[in-house]
Structure formats: structure tokens, C-alpha cells
């Protein structure tokens, strides 16, 4: 797979390509049915998106809200058999440029596209003025295909980006997955931390939440990939998604112990799924209060990943 940060100076072998666009946050089960049409379209498929996304260069002062970074992001799609992704700036030239020149000098004369696959309620171009109905009209002209994805529910309601923040901040993961198709997970580095858990009898990997729709503060059963280093794998474990209040600590973190693990992984990747939330973040009388909750929540989270 190769990532392409502009339309422009493509080499001429990846060009070309049947692409599903849009801004795929979550790549949930709406933009992996956009993607398989794409695919079925023609080869090889590509992926055109955005960065930042759009919502966060017009309203870069909004409360955070995306459900994973461009790295997480890339690991799902490249996962789905995406060979080519168009991750274009989303800059002031581009959040300019009306709908037809955007088909023409983007899609066409940078990309050179084949086809082009869009759910339902896409819009594009300045001011949001483009329609897949303006997709379709420039595709004829300019000679390449459209698709247009009907919209994908799931137990009778639609399926959104904004459906599954909300089941995240309500605490349920699962019903967050269930229209995801796959795990919310939390990708990035291993940071180093205060050690607090390492002395407590329970090291965790702490990373950083800057940017993301933050889920419902928690205890949390999750199960963790290693992405990077000599312990790459699997493994089960527990998390804190918060702020320690007996800490203080000033910003949400998410701290996870691995079960059954020993080794450093300050530095490495790891995507992080929340499979289930435990319990809220609680204060306690005294370290051996907390200890005894860290068992327990251990055990139970053991229990049901055991389950899965």
C-alpha cells in the first residue's frame, strides 16, 4: 500500500485507481460497504481522504471529536485490500476550490481516476456545494464512472460516525463495534509515565489522547495489539481511560496494563480495543483500596475476554 500526501506528482503507476472517497472517521460498516464498491468497480482500488479532516480545519477550536488518528486509520484500510491512498490537504486552497474543478484537477487530471465510489450524502467542494448528482454529471463529462453507496443501518437506525461517538460516550463499546464492524481502538506510541502502576504491582503502557473523541471515562477490558518491537502480539488486558482522580492527573490518558506480560514497551506501537467498560473512575481510602479494585478489575476482565 502507498500513501500519497497530494494529486500532484503521482507517478504514473498509481494512477489510475477505482476510489472510494469521503473522510472515512471510524471506517465503520457504511464506509467498508463504500470501499467494497469500490473494489468491484475496478483495480486497483484506491482511497481519497482528507488531513486534517475538514471539520477540524474549519472549527480547529471544537471540542475533539475524531475516532481515530490518520496511522489508525491507514492499518484498517490497508486491512480492506486498499493498494493506493490519496490523503489530500485539506487546506485553504482546497476547502476553496468549487465542485467541478475539483473533479477536474484533482480526480482527473492528478488522480486519474477510473471510477468513483461515494455514500448517499456526500458533499464536496466549496461552500459543500456538490452533490453526487454533480459526481455523476462531471463523471459522464470527464469520463470515468460513479457509484453512489446507498446509506447502511443496522437494528433500523443508520449508521454514523456521530452514532458511534455516542454509544463510546455512554459507555458501550460493544454497541460501538457492532456498527463499526470491528473493535473502537486507540492507536499510538507508548509514552513514558509517572510509574505509579509499576510501584502499585501493575505496570501500564500510557498513551496519549490528543485529537480523539474521548470515550466515557472508565475502567475498560481491552484487548491490545502490539504493533511494533520485540513483543509484537496479542495480548488480553485492563485499562484506566481518565484522569486518576486520586492523582489529578490534568489530562485524560489511557493507561494499560497488559495481563500476563513482562517486558518494556516504552516507545512501541499499540492499538488499544475497548471491548468493555468495567466500572467509573473512583477514588479510594488508601493504596491497598485501590490495589484490591485493580485485582478485581483484573480478574473480571479477564473473565470476559476469556469469553470472546
Known amino acids: 500500500m502507498r500513501i500519497h500526501h497530494h494529486w500532484t506528482g503521482i507517478a504514473p503507476a498509481h494512477r489510475g485507481a477505482s476510489v472510494a472517497m469521503g473522510n472515512f ?43 481515530m488518528n490518520a496511522e489508525a486509520r491507514t492499518h484498517r484500510l490497508e486491512k480492506l ?37 461515494v455514500g448517499a450524502d456526500f458533499c ?13 454529471r462531471e463523471g459522464a463529462r470527464l469520463g470515468f464512472g460513479v457509484t453512489i453507496a446507498d446509506l447502511v443501518a443496522a437494528e433500523g437506525a443508520e449508521i454514523s460516525s456521530t452514532a458511534i461517538r455516542q454509544a463510546l460516550s455512554e459507555g458501550r463499546p460493544r454497541d460501538a463495534a457492532r456498527m463499526l464492524g470491528h473493535w473502537h481502538r486507540i492507536e499510538g506510541p507508548v509514552r513514558d509515565g509517572d510509574k505509579r502502576g509499576r510501584d502499585l504491582g501493575y505496570p501500564t503502557a500510557n498513551m496519549a ?20 518491537g520485540p513483543h509484537a502480539g496479542t495480548y488480553d488486558g485492563a485499562a484506566s481511560l481518565g484522569i486518576r482522580p486520586m492523582f489529578e492527573v490534568p489530562h485524560p490518558t489511557l493507561e ?37 479494585q485493580m485485582d478485581a478489575d483484573c480478574a473480571r476482565a479477564r473473565r470476559i475476554l476469556a469469553a470472546l
Open 25 to 67: 472517521d471510524g471506517v465503520h460498516l457504511g464506509h467498508q460497504r463504500v470501499i467494497a464498491l469500490a473494489a468491484e468497480a475496478a483495480a486497483p482500488l484506491g482511497i481519497v481522504t482528507f488531513e486534517p479532516h475538514p471539520r477540524e480545519f474549519f472549527a480547529p477550536a471544537a471540542p475533539a471529536f475524531r475516532l
Open 81 to 117: 485490500g486498499v493498494a493506493e491512498i490519496y490523503e489530500l490537504p485539506f487546506d485553504a486552497a482546497l476547502a476553496g476550490m468549487e465542485a467541478e474543478a475539483f473533479v477536474a484537477e484533482v480526480l482527473v487530471a492528478g488522480l486519474g481516476v477510473r471510477h468513483v465510489t
Open 124 to 136: 464536496f467542494g466549496k461552500g459543500r456545494k456538490g452533490t453526487v448528482e454533480t459526481l455523476r
Open 209 to 228: 489522547l490528543d485529537g480523539l473523541h474521548l470515550p466515557k471515562l472508565g475502567i475498560y477490558a481491552v484487548k491490545v495489539d502490539v504493533l511494533t
Open 256 to 292: 494499560t496494563h497488559l495481563l500476563d506480560f513482562t517486558g518494556r514497551l516504552y516507545g512501541e506501537h499499540l492499538s488499544v480495543a475497548l471491548v468493555e467498560y468495567l466500572r467509573p473512575e473512583m477514588t479510594f481510602d488508601g493504596l491497598a483500596a485501590l490495589v484490591a
